[in-house]
């Protein structure tokens, strides 16, 4: 099965600062989505990106599906922004599968 | 409209024990997955059902877990004999369709401890 792998896996910076968080996967997918996983356990939708670019406030998320990969950009970051940032890609076989997750700690 | 929902929130449960977990579509998905969340890890495939069948029930860990769909809309995730090593938060996510070409959305989990 394919393989999804998510740097860096942590990440600490300070309020305002940008970050980009990345993932990379093993074979072609059919479908990505990025989550952001709260404190309290809940995943939240932030892109359903199979290709291309999106946009959403301060996020923003491009995805390659030729080279495999896919960048999160998060701008200006908040307290609030802190927490398991997950990537997810879709086999053929409709099963979706995670990384491990980048665990980012922004700063007051 | 609601989201997808989970009962109960929290499950502590004694070894040897059975367990039911419920999982609530959003309205109109077809397609329903389980998941399970390990401490630090991402969350695990269990299984996927379009409509009332198992399409894929390959990440089942073995045979005392079994899920059930039986109209197409809520779920029930059942584990007999449970074990310590179950301890885990398990995930339910739906999206209208098969998962290659929608959005999937996922519940608050239900957090299992066995002890």
């Known amino acids: 099965g394919i393989q999804v792998e998510q740097s860096p896996p942590d990440l600490i910076l300070q309020e305002g600062a940008n970050s980009t968080l990345r993932c990379n996967f093993s074979?072609?997918?059919?479908?990505l989505q990025w989550f952001h996983q709260n404190p309290w356990g809940q995943l939240i939708n932030l892109f359903y990106?199979?290709?291309g670019t999106k946009q959403n406030g301060r996020l923003s998320a491009t995805t390659v599906a030729t080279e495999r990969y896919s960048l999160l950009y998060i701008s200006s970051s908040q307290t609030t922004d802190s927490g398991v940032y997950f990537c997810?890609?879709?086999?053929?076989?409709?099963?979706?599968?995670f990384g491990k997750g980048t665990r980012l700690h922004i700063l007051p | 409209g609601a989201g997808v929902s989970q009962t109960p929130s929290n499950k502590v449960t004694e070894k040897g024990k059975y367990v039911e977990l419920r999982c609530d579509p959003i309205s109109g998905h077809t397609a329903l997955y389980w998941y399970r969340q390990s401490l630090g890890q991402g969350p695990e495939f269990l299984i996927y059902f379009q409509g009332t069948g198992a399409a894929d029930d390959s990440g089942l860990p073995n045979d005392r877990f079994f899920a059930v769909r039986p109209e197409g809309s809520v779920s029930t995730l059942k584990i007999q004999r449970t074990e310590r090593g179950d301890s885990a938060v398990y995930l339910c996510?739906?999206?209208?369709?098969?998962?290659?070409?929608?959005?999937?959305?996922f519940g608050p989990g239900t957090r299992l401890t066995v002890l």
């Open positions: 990106i199979p290709s």
């Open positions: 997810a890609g879709v086999n053929r076989d409709d099963k979706i599968i």
């Open positions: 074979d072609s997918v059919n479908n």
């Open positions: 996510a739906s999206s209208l369709g098969p998962t290659s070409y929608n959005e999937q959305f």
